[in-house]
């Protein structure tokens, strides 16, 4: 079981910055893929962004240049640094990770970008 914590959701103005970061705790030993993802309202989730246990990174086209994802080992968390943020990222952002192939979702944090 794995359980997962979200932060640094919030409200900020268009072409501004954000931080997320998500934690993860419990009975594994080592976690494999750790990303992003988001779900606007109306509208499917989606992949914004994802980290390997190597370091392999992936992202969605529409966050290439704007968003960074990153990791640390250690503390089996994961980042995403988001910049240039427009009203079209707005959304509900959840933390994903995998564990011997099985994924475990965070609960979302709100980010709303005005305009």
């Known amino acids: 079981q794995v359980q997962l914590v979200e932060s640094g959701g919030g409200l900020v103005q268009a072409g501004g910055s954000l931080r997320l970061s998500c934690g993860a705790s419990?009975?594994?030993?080592?976690?494999?893929?750790m990303g992003w993802y988001r779900q606007a309202p109306g509208a499917q989730r989606e992949l914004v962004a994802t980290?390997?246990?190597?370091?392999?990174?992936t992202y969605a086209d529409s966050v290439k240049g704007r968003f960074t994802i990153s990791r640390d080992f250690a503390k089996n968390a994961v980042y995403l640094q988001m910049n240039s943020l427009t009203s079209e990222d707005t959304a509900v952002y959840y933390c994903?990770?995998?564990?011997?192939?099985?994924?475990?979702w965070g609960q979302g944090t709100q980010v709303t970008v005005s305009s």
């Open positions: 994903y990770v995998e564990v011997r192939y099985i994924g475990s």
């Open positions: 419990g009975n594994f030993f080592q976690i494999g893929v």
């Open positions: 980290i390997t246990s190597v370091g392999r990174t």
